[in-house]
Structures are given as C-alpha cells and as structure tokens.
C-alpha cells in the first residue's frame, strides 16, 4: 500500500469554488485548487499535503496498540506504528496473528500483518501486491516539490531531494518537521526491507 503525498504550489490555489463541502480532512484543513482533476487537498499539522485525512495531532493518545508500545510517525498513513512482541512492528495495532510476513514476500517493500494476510509498503520506485513492479521515476516529473532534484545511478532508486533545510530525501513539503527515520528502525525487527541501502535514510546510504 503506498500512500502518494501531492505536493502542490501556491499558484494552484483558489478558494471561489465549494469544492471542500463535506471533504473530511481529519486534524487537517481542506485546500481548493484549480486542477478540475484535483479539486482540493488536506493540509496537515505534520508538513504533509494529502487527499487522504490527516492523522491526528497525537493518534497514540487513544492507545491503538494494546498491548504494544505506540510510536508516532506523522509521515505513516496512520501517523503511528506499534512496537509490538517478538520485535515485530504493525502499522495498526498488536492484535493480530502475525505469521504473514513470515516468509517476506514484499520484494522491495515493507511487510504488515493483517488479520489473515498482509499488505506492503512499497519503496517509492515500486509498487504491486508484493512490490515487485517497478516505476519509472525521474527528476522531470518535479517529485521533489521545494526542493532540488538529483538524479543518481542506482538501480534501486533513481533520485533524491535535497530539501531547503538540508535533509535528503525522497520528497521535500513546505514544513519537513520530522525528518523520515523509519527504515533504519524497520531494518532490526523482524519487517523487512529487501533492499540494502534506501534513501528513505540518506545517511546509511553514504557509507554503502
């Protein structure tokens, strides 16, 4: 499952329209625009402009993990993942059977227990059921929104953004508040990434 994050311009905005009536952007605020194809978006509190709702200021204030330990993540669809036992990380909550993922069958992604099968989270150049279909991205489609494009020989990922404030990464909001180190943490549980160096981590790339 990838959650695609839009980042959009200032010049795109209206607000004569009453394309928000109804829109649920959950802590966020609904955004018009002047794209027929996208009329609005949801701003949210963690820099982040999305279709989907925004997480909740504080969403492991409700206790979505049970018996694990809740960690916020505002850069999650959920804004939280669960440390659960055994090592293992969920995405939802720490009551389910986690023996999907046993045999990693996400090719380049991140594998998530559900009830009865699991979902992957695909590394951006990926996507498909279990992340084995690969997209073509490049520096001419702006993916890096406020910050600059390089494009880089590695076959695993064929960009990174260098952001206004001096992080990398693979895209870069008007506010980056929390810089994204989810996959160094994913790498030591028993959730697994496939491939070795990511640039969701910049800084474990430079050595390798």
Known sequence: MIVI??????EHLVYSDESCN????????????????????CKCSNGFNTILPCPPENPCSRNPCGQGTC??????????????AGDIISLTNCNVTFNNCASNPCAHGLCVEG??????NCL???????CDE???????TNLC?????????????PYVCLCPNGNFGISCPEEKKHPSTLTGRILSTTAHLSDKCNPLNPEGCMNG
């Open 134 to 140: 690969r997209l073509e991205l490049s520096c001419s």
């Open 71 to 84: 960690e916020t993540v505002p850069n999650l669809l959920y804004g939280y993942l669960c440390r659960c």
């Open 5 to 10: 994050f839009l980042i959009l311009t200032l």
């Open 145 to 157: 929104g406020f910050g600059k494009c390089f494009e880089i020989s590695d076959p695993s990922f």
């Open 115 to 120: 009830l009865t099968s699991f979902t992957c």
């Open 124 to 130: 951006p150049t990926w996507t498909g059921k279990t």
């Open 22 to 41: 109804g829109i649920n952007c959950g802590s966020g605020s609904c955004i018009t625009t002047a794209n027929p194809s996208l009329p609005y978006y």
